[in-house]
C-alpha cells in the first residue's frame, strides 16, 4: 500500500479489498478532521431530518442558528406535528424553499399519526415521508441508526464522480444511476454514520468544486482522477441562463397599519408579502426602495411603490398593525423591505 503511494499506481475500489481499506482511511481521516457540526453530536432521527431538510440549498454556516432555535422551539416531533403551519412558517423565515418547512411539518404529523410519534427505521417507511428523497432517507437512516444505506448529493456525488472518474453529466439519468451505483458499492456494511459524514466532510473541505486539495487527500491512492484533472469534474449539462424579472409592490400604509397579501402558489404559500402592483410606471413614480434577490434562474429586482389604501382588501388581503409586522411569517425579500420602509 505505501509503495502505491510513492509510484502514483492508483488502488482500484473495484478489488473488495481496496474498498475496505479506502473506508477505513476515510474514516480515520473524519475522526481526525470532520468539524465538530451540532447535528453530527446527536442520533434523533428527528434532529437529524431538521438538519437534513434545512442543509437542502442553504449553507452549513447559515443552517447553525436556525438548527439551534428549531429544536428550541419544535423540540420533538410531537412539538412540531402539533404546531400550526403560520408558527413553522415563521420559524423557517430566511431560509426560503417554504416547501422544505411544509413537508417537514406534514413528515412531523405522518410519523405522529401514523408511527405513534416513534420515527420508523426502515429506508422504504423513511422515504415515503413528505419531503424525502433517496437522499435524505439514506441521511436519516445512516446518521440517526447507523444504518448501511448510500447518499448521494453534491459533494459526495462530487467525490464519487472524480474516485471513480465519470465521465458523464451527473444531472443525467445515466450519470445519477452510476452515483448511486458507485455509493451502493462503496458504503460499508458497518460504521455507515461515520462513513457517510466523512464522505461529505471530505466533499465540503478537500475534494472541493475548485482546488481540490489532493495531496492532503485521505483517499488519494484510490482517485481514478487525481492524475488527470480533477476539477473539471463533476461534469454537468449546461446551465440555464439568469434571467431577469422585475416585482412591482405597493406599500399602503393606512391608520397604522400596512396592507399585505398571503401568498397561495407554491413559491411562498402562506406568507405575507407587499401586494402586487399592476403598472407603477403609468403615474411616473419613483420606487421608495428596491432591493435584488436570486431565485433558480432568475434574478429579480423587487420595487416598492408608495399606493392608495383600497377602500376594500382584495383577495388574501389584510390589514397588519405595523408594530405587529415582526410576528407575521412573511416571505423574506419583502422582509427586508418592510424593515427598511418600517424603520
Ligand atoms: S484525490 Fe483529489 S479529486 Fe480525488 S477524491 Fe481526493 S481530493 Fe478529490
Known amino acids: 500500500m505505501a509503495s502505491a503511494r510513492k509510484t502514483g499506481t492508483r488502488l482500484r475500489l473495484k478489488e473488495p479489498e481496496n474498498r475496505a481499506t479506502f473506508q477505513s482511511a476515510l474514516i480515520e481521516w473524519f475522526r481526525q478532521h470532520g468539524r465538530d457540526l451540532p447535528w453530527r453530536r446527536t442520533h434523533d432521527p428527528y434532529a437529524v431530518l431538521v438538519s437534513e431538510f434545512m442543509l437542502q440549498q442553504t449553507q ?3 443552517v447553525i442558528d436556525y438548527y439551534h432555535r428549531w ?28 416547501a422544505r418547512a411544509r413537508n417537514l411539518h406534514a413528515a412531523a404529523r405522518r410519523v ?13 417507511k423513511i422515504a ?24 448521494v448529493e453534491a459533494n459526495t456525488a462530487r467525490v464519487l464522480a472524480r474516485l471513480i472518474h465519470l465521465r458523464i453529466p451527473i444531472d443525467t439519468a445515466p450519470g445519477q444511476r452510476a452515483l448511486w451505483a458507485a455509493a451502493e458499492e462503496l458504503t460499508p456494511a458497518a460504521e455507515a454514520r461515520l462513513y457517510n459524514s466523512a464522505l461529505m466532510e471530505l466533499g465540503a473541505t478537500v475534494c472541493r468544486s475548485r482546488a481540490p486539495q489532493c495531496l492532503l487527500c485521505p483517499v488519494l491512492r484510490y482517485c481514478a482522477a487525481a492524475p488527470h484533472d480533477p476539477e473539471r469534474l463533476p461534469i454537468k449539462k449546461a446551465r440555464k441562463a439568469t434571467i431577469a424579472l422585475t416585482e412591482d409592490c405597493a406599500w399602503i400604509v393606512h391608520e397604522g397599519r400596512l396592507l399585505l397579501q398571503q401568498g397561495v402558489g407554491s413559491r411562498w404559500k402562506g406568507l405575507w408579502k407587499l401586494p402586487p402592483l399592476a403598472d407603477p410606471l403609468a403615474n411616473g413614480e419613483e420606487p421608495l426602495m428596491q432591493l435584488a434577490y436570486p431565485f433558480t434562474h432568475y434574478q429579480v429586482t423587487l420595487r416598492v411603490f408608495p399606493a392608495p389604501a383600497p377602500l376594500v382588501p382584495g383577495a388574501n388581503q389584510a390589514w397588519c398593525p405595523l408594530e405587529g409586522l ?9 422582509r427586508r423591505a418592510v424593515r427598511q420602509l418600517n424603520k
Do not use: C, K, N, Q
Request: proline share 6%; glycine share 10%.
Open 60 to 62: 452549513v454556516a447559515t
Open 128 to 151: 415515503a415521508l413528505p419531503g424525502v428523497g433517496r437522499y435524505t432517507a439514506g441521511a436519516v437512516a445512516s446518521f440517526a441508526f447507523d444504518l448501511s444505506a448510500p447518499i
Open 71 to 98: 429544536l428550541e422551539r419544535f423540540p420533538t416531533v410531537e412539538a412540531l406535528a402539533a404546531a400550526d403551519e403560520a408558527d413553522v412558517l415563521r420559524m423557517w423565515e430566511g431560509l426560503g424553499y417554504y
Open 112 to 124: 405522529r399519526d401514523e408511527y405513534g410519534g416513534r420515527f420508523p427505521r426502515e429506508l422504504e
Open 326 to 334: 415582526e410576528t407575521v411569517a412573511m416571505a423574506a425579500p419583502h
